[in-house]
């Protein structure tokens, strides 16, 4: 039986993270997304209504990020231990952004004279915080210097043309999933305004995608054999096809301007690039040597907070969705809705 | 970079963002039963007044409350970015109890904050009242798993330790670990007793300066009903986690008592500085016998002295012996408060005495102060460790140099001022639109008007 949890036990943490990363990355990802379309938004009204549109929501959608990490701490300590003083840098200057971000919600609706500076915080922080994300990306792709089950490398190790290039492939993302979620929630001016950046977005991020694509196993033999061998190539090969075909369609909707398509297609495509980097790097948590199994705590550990997970996630789903349920519906210029 | 000591700037800044952080859930614990308890009697008794208290105080809530948020998510970071040696080793134990805040207070509170400060016209009235209780006891369930995670530190047990590193055997009594109940207690109390202060203390306000004198007779009224109990049972469960400190860390307790020497009918020492190097007090001010009265309360009761352990295994005693004086003493004066209170309540004069409601303006942040000072007499008196007895903190940090430590640092001092600064000006501005006659309407000729959770255009 014991046997059988330590090797199970892994394999299903693995699991419900990437779920919880997954989440994250679609939820904060469109609400980081705001902030950085936010000054380049039509009007002083269209910045009060995107903000609005994600005022209710925003805190639920950062737990996430903190469930990753404290589950991650939970289940597989090691590569807590290991990643996160990898990415000191990043992660300080992640926390920043989001701290600058996060204050904005609540101090820019009571600024008078001083509204503009909060403008510029929620729209900073994001750009901090999403680009720190895309280099820990990249880093996380190009792996991490480890001995004695400790990090070895340096200072600036994630800081590589590699992880500048995906630090720029996720703002693109979270610009996209952001004109996605406002095509659903206003309307009007803004309405028109986010349905023409969605299709600039779009470009970009097929563009980024294609080079992150090809760039990620030419500098990664272990990649490109993941993909490459056969059978493996027969397996994974519908991957970039079906990629092809979701950025097509997507143009498509917003050529059609249609409301919930776009962000669903969006979120497609975060899955199929998402599938991509496990794809390529499962079973390892810390690239390039070391596993889930390696990595995890002990079947106490994993299976006294899965007991809990199993009933207590579906909950929060759901109270998760009837939250944006109560919030569901077009935010209108200048309604305050409390 | 020699000169860089990452242990130290690690330390430094742990210290300062959990001290930055602890004073938003410090207030807001109690703010949100307080916010519950409002909506439920406007809710059942159906008196607008107790609306439009909650409805200002929510601003309030809602300012305190993410600035708790934003300082929080740093701290579950930093067990990694700059304590990873204790996080490989501990994150057994610790992981899991970090991970159970996440799932059963965390998205409980954000779940449910949105509908409590955006949703009151979007469901019905009940299920606005619900999302307030819900919110509330969000912020307790958070309490006692960041509590038990930090007791595990103080008072560890249910482990077995293989090559260093600590595997889980029996989870009731990780988390119920022998500090917990005390700690848990003690810290819930605080902050009901600090948020009890500031709703006080801004009653007082609104009375002295005569604009809502119904709203300040409201908030002083069940202020003072929180503290006429609440600090003199906070001396008791005080005393009692001030045992359970004798029993578990003596050194710490040496250090917050200031005994160098094991003796019987030990003395209280009032004032004094000890001296590490020397290992005795300066300028010593001292009661025979009744230090052993408080701690064993017995009359000659053994205390063991901080010379029962070795140089290197002492916490720091100046810092920890005067950082519990202060404690004490802001409770001391907030019993104060509570006599006062009852005895001004007995003679119905509880409302209209100038010099007692300027006091409560005075005492509004004490709250605040004896939270930070007894956290400071806890973390610093643990020291030199992490997990009691068995890592040291020197052990326990991240392999990062300490010029990235140098940076985040002085990042975090920059940022945090910077907010810090600006939340107290808007949570003072919301206060003071609260007592400008009525709750300020929508000015029709400003269609930039805000619209947020502290705008609740009446």
Known sequence: ?338 | MEALDPVLLSRIQFGFTISFHILFPAFTIGLAAWLAVLELLWWLRDRAIYGEISRLWTKVFAVSFGMGVVSGIVLSYEFGTNWSVLSERAGNILGPLLSYEVLTAFFLEAGFIGVMLWGRDRVPRPVHVLSACIVALGTLISAFWILSANSWMQTPQGYVLQDGVFHPIDWTAIVFNPSFPYRFMHMVAAAFLTTAFVVGGIGAWYLLSGRRADHGRIMVGMAVSIIVWLAPLQIVLGDMHGLNVRDHQPAKLAAMEGHWETQRGAPLILVAWPDMAREINHFELAIPRIGSLILTHSWDGEITGLKAFAPQDRPYAPIVFWSFRLMVGVGMLMILVAALSAWLFLRKRLFDSRWFLRLLVLCSPLGFVAVIAGWVTAEVGRQPWVVYGLVRTSDAVSPVPGGSVAASLILFVLVYGVIFGAGLYYIAKVIRQGSAGSLPEPEPMAPRRPMAAADYGD
């Open chain 1, 1 to 338: 039986m014991q046997d059988y949890l330590v090797i199970i036990l892994p394999l299903v943490w693995a699991v419900v993270i990437a779920f919880g990363i997954f989440v994250y990355v679609l939820l904060d990802g469109f609400d980081l997304g705001l902030g950085l379309l936010f000054l380049a938004a039509p009007s002083h009204a269209a910045r009060d209504t995107m903000m609005r549109s994600v005022a209710p929501v925003w805190d639920g959608n950062e737990t996430w990020l903190v469930l990753g990490g404290a589950a991650l701490f939970a289940a597989f300590p090691l590569a807590y231990a290991v990643i996160l003083p990898a990415l000191y840098l990043p992660l300080v200057l992640m926390l920043i952004g989001l701290i600058l971000r996060g204050v904005a919600f609540e101090f820019r609706f009571k600024a008078d004279t001083s509204r503009f500076l909060w403008d510029w915080a929620f729209a900073g922080g994001s750009l901090l915080a999403t680009a720190m994300q895309g280099l820990a990306l990249g880093a996380f792709i190009q792996g991490f210097a480890v001995v004695d089950r400790h990090y070895a490398g340096g200072a600036f190790d994630w800081l590589t043309p590699f992880s500048i290039l995906t630090a720029f492939a996720l703002i693109a993302g979270y610009l996209l999933l952001a004109c996605g979620w406002l095509i659903m929630k206003t309307e009007g001016e803004l309405l028109d305004w986010a349905y023409g950046q969605a299709e600039r977005a779009l470009v970009t991020v097929a563009g980024f995608i294609l080079v992150v694509s090809l760039w990620t196993p030419l500098q990664n033999p272990a990649v490109a054999a993941r993909w490459f061998d056969w059978p493996n190539i027969l397996m994974f090969s519908p991957v970039p096809i079906v990629t092809a075909a979701v950025v097509v369609a997507l143009y498509r909707a917003l050529r059609l301007r249609r409301v919930y398509l776009p962000f669903a297609l969006t979120a497609a495509l975060f899955v199929l690039a998402y599938t991509g980097i496990a794809v390529s790097f499962f079973p390892y948590i810390i690239p390039p040597d070391i596993t889930i199994w390696h990595a995890a705590s002990p079947p106490e550990t994993q299976s006294f907070l899965l007991i809990g997970l199993v009933p207590i996630l579906p909950i929060i789903l759901g109270y998760t969705v009837w939250n944006y349920y109560v919030f569901r519906g077009r935010v209108r210029e200048g309604d305050g809705y409390h």
